[in-house]
């Protein structure tokens, strides 16, 4: 599975923003999807996921009410609309799909199987 992440640019406080992630190479009916993002100098973090279904959706406290997260099955895709950018949403912002997640697991990276090469996001205040 190749990803592909991108809609990523240089934005203001209280901009919105929406990413894209494109999949090739396998159908991801099955998979569960998910944003991560990533700081310099600080750990990869969970931003949002979306199980197979799509109508299952899992959040971090700090973007809950200002990101929605959503795919297209058919069209092997996720996005991830950004409202109400902040400072603290800076990070390179990275897709992944991992089969078999169980819904406790869905905040940890290990639990992903692909990952795409990220686009970066910068908000300045």
């Known amino acids: 599975v190749q990803l592909q992440a991108s809609g990523g640019g240089l934005m203001q406080a209280g901009d919105s923003l929406r990413l894209s992630c494109v999949a090739s190479?396998?159908?991801?009916?099955?998979?569960?999807m998910g944003w991560f993002r990533q700081a310099p100098g600080m750990e990869r973090e969970f931003v949002a996921a979306?199980?197979?279904?799509?109508?299952?959706?899992k959040y971090a406290d700090s973007v809950k009410g200002r990101f929605t997260v959503s795919r297209d099955i058919a069209k092997n895709t996720m996005t991830l609309q950004m409202n109400s950018l902040n400072a603290e949403d800076t990070a390179r912002y990275y897709c992944?799909?991992?089969?078999?997640?169980?819904?406790?697991?869905?905040?940890?990276?290990?639990?992903?199987?692909?990952w795409g090469q990220g686009t970066q996001v910068t908000v300045s205040s």
């Open positions: 190479g396998r159908a991801l009916s099955g998979y569960t």
């Open positions: 992944a799909v991992g089969q078999r997640i169980i819904l406790s697991a869905v905040r940890s990276p290990d639990a992903y199987d692909f």
């Open positions: 979306i199980f197979r279904s799509g109508e299952t959706k």
